[in-house]
């Protein structure tokens, strides 16, 4: 059976954004999957194992959200 192709590029770009602690990214990736989930590109566990690894991983990743509170209090703007 075929893997969803756009579910899985969508994995390794959250994945990619995790790893760089990039918001915009993990927001970037979060948007695709919306639009794909619209042009039911995506199953609804699908998009929701995307919005675990996006929205879900900035509100509770403690390793995330401390290098987002270090960027702020050196006045870096987030990326």
Known sequence: ???????????REALYAQRSFST?????TY??????RQLEALTQSEFMEINHMTGYFMNTDREYIRNCN????????LT
């Open 1 to 11: 059976m075929n893997e969803n192709q756009i579910f899985e590029q969508l994995k």
């Open 24 to 28: 915009e990214l993990l927001y970037q």
């Open 31 to 36: 948007g695709k999957a919306q639009m794909a």
């Open 70 to 77: 270090r960027n702020f209090r050196e006045g870096k703007a």
